[in-house]
């Protein structure tokens, strides 16, 4: 498409403006919450709100992370934090195991542990709400990490990834290490997880960014605030009834709970992008 | 063998059983303190049908879910073709546009319900001063018209990914030869680019349409709650109202159910559609 | 150092045999060359001897022992693969390595042993690169470093040239050879293109569908070829075949042709085939020559000239000659003479006679 319409001039411009404005939109909630996060709550109260930084920078973050409205937000922070990196390498470590399995021993029932994993990869957590939240209460995992995270663990979409992948791996690079003396660990260990860096630092992200942006299941299952994960903690600072919210504090949690996932898909985005395409195929 | 143990584990103890248990729970009716649950059979499923207030979620599901993926889809693709005609600086623009797709849905509704918020939204504001009167916690439309814009928006970004992918995957010299042959820019679109392009189009429907019916959940509860009066409940918020809050566990039980067939319906779909084009 | 045999050895895939049975005794030190058209089952025999595949029935031995139920690693046995099998991950030297590592080498004889063969496959200054990038045929000698230093007991190797470009084939063949020779390993390669088989081979397997039609040292089965099969697989431009018989008379042999079987059912003798290779006719005079065919065309090779020309009935024939001699036209009618020695004749069977 690019060399042939390739135009200096007119055409050029107008792509980069047509680009350009697209970009604008797209940011626009996201500066204005960082500019509502930078302001005094009566300046918001009192519309219109102004569409230029503050000065409040630091007191409303600090306020925010220290006491938030009804839990501090760095507790909540790390709350995300723990579950996030909790469900990413959960995640990809047993699915490592498990595609290694499928793909490379050959045992009974094998088909039909490739079809069971296959059946997971159509139903998102949403669907088993309620049946999950008895099993986690029976197991007394409300309010704990392991609640947070196990559930979220259990389909089996990293597996199937893996698999393919595993799959496109020359069958003459396992009878080399075979015949070099790799037992079957070895070579998973020495030249399998290796040659899948790429995978896995793809599947990272898209994990960590999943479990990190959580709602429906961390809501659930926290009652304790201190529980609370970023993502679904914001809600929770809206006052019922007729109060008005705290608004800067809000803001300012909501660029706190975009930050590390920004960051993460930001600099791993080459090899991020790659995995996503490649492997949805 | 014993490698597969720890995904069987998990997968068994927090997919399989829940999933069983909601097939079976949706065919009891337990009375609200669950104290005594009775059989049913399809009962739930047959009061579901009938139901009105069902069915009006489920029309204002695939409302919603059409909004969104033709809005997040149609956004994405102008982008991705503005930016396919750079040579240099797509980069650029996509990093930027990557953005929305790290900001959890939930927080999308939070931003948006900022801007649009009756008393402090500075959109709504304006549109005051327009004339117009903005309020969503009323009205129906713009209810869901703010739904659907805030869930399009996180969209856009990882459906941009996507076509952009497919647009530079468009080997040139095609794009070249039709042009010689004198086909303008929109019928080179129509008829070459867009046809090329419908592996990834079809994908990113299916994807997009399971992501309007279950991840859109956070969006929902945090700007409208599923109101006024239900306009704005979909689905998937109806089996956690009915379910959490209603405390009517059968009949959430067999929402689930039913949602488990469409979207197993789908997934089979798509997989089909993508085995077959692969070979190609 | 080790005497490979193979007794018998059959292979099948499910119901299909695809082996039918091989025997062979190979002295230790010795370059057996299995070489055969694709699909005759080569590689599959190469790989019952590393243990790579099972074995159906029959028995393969290592230094008189039999090897059958052991695994690659416990057969002392080294591969050089087809498409050089290196780990991408890792550096020249981490590939050679590897192997080595496994065993639990200590660390000085690793670097010792690795450092000798890259200096032996002038590998040394590629020690920390990566195998993309290097060139097909750096990654082939990286393949055989890792062999090498295992300094195992037999060297196998799966048609590694294919993958080259002509020009690096010849040169990577020789080097083969020559390391072979130094090395003194006993040596198993396999192939489909015979004029490798022919330059590296101390003796060669010609496999044809799953049976080793000959068993021989180059030379031996260029000059006395057991089947139509091994006669037209062997040498290039490939031997001229056509129905006939001898008849023998004075010292020269004449023929009868008879070009379809139904004369020859007529005369009541065994169809019969006649096999002659290029090289070995000469052009003369029509009426002083054994055979008289007419010119179709012909290439001039520089070194060589290939005269190809039909026979009276119908049969295509190829004449080879030297490149300086006078070169016949299109069209025109030739004789062509052999001496005795050189020519072929084979049973309906294929055997030769």
Same mark, same amino acid.
């Given at each position: 498409?690019?060399?042939?319409?390739?135009?200096?001039?007119?055409?050029?411009?107008?792509?980069?403006?047509?680009?350009?404005?697209?970009?604008?939109?797209?940011?626009?909630?996201?500066?204005?919450?960082?500019?509502?996060?930078?302001?005094?709550?009566?300046?918001?109260?009192?519309?219109?709100?102004?569409? !230029?930084?503050?000065?409040?920078?630091?007191?409303?973050?600090?306020?925010?992370?220290?006491?938030?409205?009804?839990?501090?937000?760095?507790?909540?922070?790390?709350? *995300?934090?723990?579950?996030?990196?909790?469900?990413?390498?959960?995640?990809?470590?047993?699915?490592?195991?498990?595609?290694?399995?499928?793909?490379?021993?050959?045992?009974?029932?094998?088909?039909?542990?490739?079809?069971?994993?296959?059946?997971?990869?159509?139903?998102?957590?949403?669907?088993?709400?309620?049946?999950?939240?008895?099993?986690?209460?029976?197991?007394?995992?409300?309010? *704990?990490?392991?609640?947070?995270?196990?559930?979220?663990?259990?389909?089996?979409?990293?597996?199937?990834?893996?698999?393919?992948?595993?799959?496109?791996?020359?069958?003459?690079?396992?009878?080399?290490?075979?015949?070099?003396?790799?037992?079957?660990?070895?070579?998973?260990?020495?030249?399998?997880?290796?040659?899948?860096?790429?995978?896995?630092?793809?599947?990272?992200?898209?994990?960590?960014?999943?479990?990190?942006?959580?709602?429906? !299941?961390?809501?659930?299952?926290?009652?304790?605030? *201190?529980?609370?994960?970023?993502?679904?903690?914001?809600?929770?600072?809206?006052?019922?009834?007729?109060?008005?919210?705290?608004?800067?504090?809000?803001?300012?949690?909501?660029?706190?709970?975009?930050?590390?996932?920004?960051?993460?898909?930001?600099?791993?985005?080459?090899?991020?992008?790659?995995?996503?395409?490649?492997?949805?195929? | 063998?014993?490698?597969?143990?720890?995904?069987?584990?998990?997968?068994?103890?927090?997919?399989?059983?829940?999933?069983?248990?909601?097939?079976?729970?949706?065919?009891?009716?337990?009375?609200?303190?669950?104290?005594?649950?009775?059989?049913?059979?399809?009962?739930?499923?047959?009061?579901?049908?009938?139901?009105?207030?069902?069915?009006?979620?489920?029309?204002?599901?695939?409302?919603?879910?059409?909004?969104?993926?033709?809005?997040?889809?149609?956004?994405?693709?102008?982008?991705?073709?503005?930016?396919?005609?750079?040579?240099?600086?797509?980069?650029?623009?996509?990093?930027?546009?990557?953005?929305?797709?790290?900001?959890?849905?939930?927080?999308?509704?939070?931003?948006?319900?900022?801007?649009?918020?009756?008393?402090?939204?500075?959109?709504?504001?304006?549109?005051?001063?327009?004339?117009?009167?903005?309020?969503?916690?009323?009205?129906?439309?713009?209810?869901?018209?703010?739904?659907?814009?805030?869930?399009?928006?996180?969209?856009?970004?990882?459906?941009?990914?996507?076509?952009?992918?497919?647009?530079?995957?468009?080997?040139?010299?095609?794009?070249?030869?039709?042009?010689?042959?004198?086909?303008?820019?929109?019928?080179?679109?129509?008829?070459?680019?867009?046809?090329?392009?419908?592996?990834?189009?079809?994908?990113?429907?299916?994807?997009?349409?399971?992501?309007?019916?279950?991840?859109?959940?956070?969006?929902?509860?945090?700007?409208?709650?599923?109101?006024?009066?239900?306009?704005?409940?979909?689905?998937?918020?109806?089996?956690?109202?009915?379910?959490?809050?209603?405390?009517?566990?059968?009949?959430?039980?067999?929402?689930?159910?039913?949602?488990?067939?469409?979207?197993?319906?789908?997934?089979?779909?798509?997989?089909?559609?993508?085995?077959?084009?692969?070979?190609? | 150092?080790?005497?490979?045999?193979?007794?018998?050895?059959?292979?099948?895939?499910?119901?299909?045999?695809?082996?039918?049975?091989?025997?062979?005794?190979?002295?230790?030190?010795?370059?057996?060359?299995?070489?055969?058209?694709?699909?005759?089952?080569?590689?599959?025999?190469?790989?019952?001897?590393?243990?790579?595949?099972?074995?159906?029935?029959?028995?393969?031995?290592?230094?008189?022992?039999?090897?059958?139920?052991?695994? #690659?690693?416990?057969?002392?046995?080294?591969?050089?693969?087809?498409?050089?099998?290196?780990?991408?991950?890792?550096?020249?030297?981490?590939?050679?390595?590897?192997?080595?590592?496994?065993?639990?080498?200590?660390?000085?004889?690793?670097?010792?042993?690795?450092?000798?063969?890259?200096?032996?496959?002038?590998?040394?200054?590629?020690?920390?690169?990566?195998?993309?990038?290097?060139?097909?045929?750096?990654?082939?000698?990286?393949?055989?470093?890792?062999?090498?230093?295992?300094?195992?007991?037999?060297?196998?190797?799966?048609?590694?040239?294919?993958?080259?470009?002509?020009?690096?084939?010849?040169?990577?063949?020789?080097?083969?050879?020559?390391?072979?020779?130094?090395?003194?390993?006993?040596?198993?390669?396999?192939?489909?293109?015979?004029?490798?088989?022919?330059?590296?081979?101390?003796?060669?397997?010609?496999?044809?569908?799953?049976?080793?039609?000959?068993?021989?040292?180059?030379?031996?089965?260029?000059?006395?070829?057991?089947?139509?099969?091994?006669?037209?697989?062997?040498?290039?431009?490939?031997?001229?075949?056509?129905?006939?018989?001898?008849?023998?008379?004075?010292?020269?042999?004449?023929?009868?042709?008879?070009?379809?079987?139904?004369?020859?059912?007529?005369?009541?003798? #065994?169809?019969?085939?006649?096999?002659?290779?290029?090289?070995?006719?000469?052009?003369?005079?029509?009426?002083?020559?054994?055979?008289?065919?007419?010119?179709?065309?012909?290439?001039?090779?520089?070194?060589?000239?290939?005269?190809?020309?039909?026979?009276?009935?119908?049969?295509?024939?190829?004449?080879?000659?030297?490149?300086?001699?006078?070169?016949?036209?299109?069209?025109?009618?030739?004789?062509?003479?052999?001496?005795?020695?050189?020519?072929?004749?084979?049973?309906?069977?294929?055997?030769?006679?």
């Amino acid at each position: 498409m690019s060399g042939m319409v390739q135009k200096r001039g007119f055409g050029h411009y107008m792509t980069h403006a047509g680009l350009i404005v697209g970009v604008l939109i797209i940011f626009f909630p996201i500066w204005l919450a960082f500019v509502a996060s930078t302001v005094t709550q009566p300046e918001i109260v009192k519309p219109p709100m102004p569409l !230029w930084p503050g000065d409040q920078f630091f007191a409303n973050y600090k306020s925010a992370l220290v006491s938030g409205v009804n839990a501090p937000v760095a507790r909540m922070l790390m709350n *995300s934090a723990i579950m996030a990196l909790g469900i990413a390498f959960g995640k990809i470590s047993i699915s490592l195991l498990s595609a290694f399995a499928i793909v490379y021993f050959r045992f009974p029932g094998r088909k039909f542990f490739f079809w069971m994993i296959f059946l997971t990869l159509m139903l998102p957590v949403e669907v088993r709400i309620v049946p999950t939240f008895e099993v986690i209460a029976r197991f007394g995992m409300l309010n *704990s990490y392991q609640g947070l995270i196990f559930p979220l663990i259990a389909s089996a979409t990293a597996t199937f990834l893996f698999r393919q992948f595993f799959m496109t791996v020359p069958d003459e690079l396992t009878e080399a290490a075979r015949v070099d003396g790799a037992r079957p660990m070895q070579f998973f260990w020495d030249i399998l997880l290796p040659m899948s860096r790429n995978n896995i630092a793809a599947l990272f992200v898209i994990l960590f960014i999943y479990g990190w942006n959580q709602y429906l !299941w961390p809501l659930l299952i926290t009652t304790d605030p *201190s529980m609370n994960t970023i993502v679904m903690g914001i809600k929770q600072m809206f006052p019922s009834g007729d109060d008005v919210a705290d608004w800067p504090v809000i803001m300012a949690t909501s660029i706190l709970a975009m930050v590390p996932p920004v960051i993460i898909v930001i600099s791993m985005q080459k090899l991020f992008i790659r995995g996503l395409v490649d492997s949805e195929k | 063998m014993a490698l597969l143990l720890p995904q069987l584990i998990i997968t068994v103890a927090f997919f399989f059983y829940p999933a069983g248990q909601a097939i079976w729970q949706s065919m009891f009716i337990s009375d609200p303190f669950g104290l005594k649950s009775q059989f049913v059979g399809f009962g739930n499923f047959e009061f579901l049908l009938s139901d009105p207030f069902y069915r009006a979620s489920f029309a204002t599901t695939a409302v919603f879910s059409g909004l969104v993926t033709v809005a997040s889809m149609g956004v994405a693709l102008f982008l991705a073709v503005l930016a396919d005609r750079l040579i240099k600086g797509s980069g650029v623009y996509r990093t930027l546009l990557i953005w929305p797709y790290a900001v959890a849905p939930a927080v999308a509704g939070v931003l948006w319900l900022f801007m649009f918020n009756t008393r402090v939204g500075v959109v709504s504001w304006y549109l005051g001063n327009l004339g117009y009167d903005w309020n969503h916690v009323l009205n129906d439309g713009e209810a869901m018209g703010l739904v659907v814009v805030a869930s399009s928006w996180g969209r856009i970004s990882y459906n941009f990914l996507f076509f952009l992918a497919g647009l530079q995957a468009i080997p040139k010299s095609v794009i070249e030869a039709a042009a010689i042959d004198g086909a303008q820019f929109w019928t080179r679109f129509r008829t070459i680019v867009f046809p090329l392009l419908s592996p990834v189009t079809f994908f990113l429907l299916v994807v997009n349409i399971v992501y309007a019916f279950f991840e859109t959940f956070g969006v929902i509860h945090t700007i409208t709650s599923g109101g006024p009066q239900q306009a704005t409940t979909i689905l998937v918020y109806k089996v956690f109202s009915d379910g959490f809050v209603g405390q009517d566990l059968g009949s959430s039980a067999a929402q689930s159910v039913i949602l488990l067939v469409i979207v197993g319906a789908l997934t089979i779909v798509q997989f089909r559609y993508i085995e077959r084009r692969v070979h190609y | 150092m080790a005497t490979i045999k193979l007794d018998g050895l059959r292979k099948s895939f499910g119901k299909t045999e695809v082996i039918h049975g091989i025997d062979i005794d190979i002295e230790d030190g010795e370059f057996i060359v299995i070489v055969g058209p694709s699909g005759c089952g080569k590689s599959t025999m190469l790989r019952m001897v590393a243990g790579l595949e099972t074995v159906t029935s029959g028995e393969v031995q290592i230094n008189g022992v039999r090897v059958n139920e052991l695994e #690659p690693m416990d057969r002392n046995i080294a591969m050089v693969f087809q498409n050089y099998a290196l780990y991408p991950h890792m550096n020249v030297f981490d590939n050679m390595a590897y192997g080595l590592k496994i065993a639990k080498t200590p660390k000085p004889e690793i670097a010792e042993r690795v450092g000798a063969a890259a200096k032996l496959l002038q590998l040394e200054e590629f020690l920390q690169r990566r195998p993309r990038e290097l060139s097909g045929g750096q990654r082939q000698r990286v393949a055989m470093g890792r062999a090498i230093v295992r300094k195992p007991d037999v060297f196998l190797f799966d048609e590694p040239l294919s993958n080259l470009d002509a020009k690096l084939r010849v040169q990577m063949r020789l080097e083969i050879k020559e390391l072979q020779r130094s090395l003194g390993v006993t040596t198993l390669y396999v192939t489909h293109d015979q004029v490798e088989a022919m330059t590296l081979a101390d003796r060669m397997i010609v496999m044809n569908d799953g049976m080793a039609d000959q068993i021989g040292a180059p030379l031996d089965v260029y000059e006395k070829p057991a089947t139509v099969f091994v006669a037209g697989f062997i040498g290039s431009p490939a031997t001229n075949f056509f129905g006939g018989d001898l008849v023998t008379g004075s010292q020269n042999t004449a023929l009868i042709s008879a070009f379809n079987d139904d004369e020859r059912a007529a005369l009541g003798q #065994p169809a019969t085939m006649i096999g002659i290779r290029p090289e070995h006719l000469q052009v003369c005079e029509p009426n002083s020559a054994f055979l008289t065919l007419t010119v179709k065309y012909t290439e001039a090779l520089g070194a060589e000239t290939l005269i190809h020309g039909k026979l009276p009935k119908g049969d295509a024939i190829t004449i080879r000659q030297s490149g300086h001699l006078p070169m016949p036209e299109g069209g025109q009618e030739i004789g062509a003479v052999w001496s005795e020695h050189s020519v072929m004749v084979f049973e309906q069977n294929g055997r030769r006679v």
